[in-house]
């Protein structure tokens, strides 16, 4: 009987890709045996109505330039062709679907795990998907540990905690940097 694939997903709006989602990819890949990391850019994110994104042709291309030569990241642009927002539960829902010999772990920062549960069919991720959750300085370690219980008890979640180094960068920063010519 051959081994379960295991597939690390790394979604995100990468606007723009940056060190800090190479490094949780890696962190992932190294710490969980993955055979591989899918990079998912968001097509339309439901939480970023109020802010301007760079063009999706664009933010795939920087994706595809940041990972070049990396045998084991993946780029998958599902979510881009997609119609309409870009939900996570969806998108692994199709996954599981095609590959049903895959065993997912989506990589998350612990400040996306405060707002889990109001994502959309955060019990249909947690069902589909082992949660990986980067623990970083400028979270206490016992409020993450606390939503993590939490979200084990009301979703069942599998959560593995994904210690990585601080970078303390955002794509935030970086367009302010880029904007203010830095």
């Keep these: 009987m051959s081994r379960r694939k295991r597939i690390g997903i790394m979604g995100g709006t990468f606007d723009p890709v940056h060190m800090v989602h190479l490094t949780l990819a890696e962190n992932a890949y190294l710490s969980f045996g993955l055979d591989e990391v899918l990079m998912l850019p968001n097509g339309d994110p439901p939480h970023k109505t109020d802010k301007i994104i760079t063009p999706a042709v664009h933010r795939l291309a920087m994706l595809q330039l940041a990972v070049a030569g990396i045998p084991y990241f993946r780029i998958s642009d599902m979510e881009i062709r997609r119609k309409g927002y870009s939900y996570s539960s969806v998108t692994l829902e199709e996954l ?31 069902r589909l998907a082992t949660l990986v959750v980067a ?20 979703l069942g979640a599998r959560i593995e905690k994904l210690d990585t180094p601080n970078i303390d960068i955002s794509s935030a920063t970086l367009r302010y940097w ?3 010519g830095h």
Excluded: N
């Design 96 to 126: 599981k679907k095609a590959h049903p010999d895959t065993d997912y772990y989506f990589i998350m920062g612990a400040d996306s795990l405060f707002q889990f549960e109001h994502w959309k069919g955060p019990e249909e991720i947690c």
């Design 178 to 180: 880029i904007a203010s």
């Design 135 to 154: 623990v970083r300085d400028h979270v206490s370690e016992k409020k993450l540990d606390a939503q993590i219980l939490h979200l084990k008890e009301i």
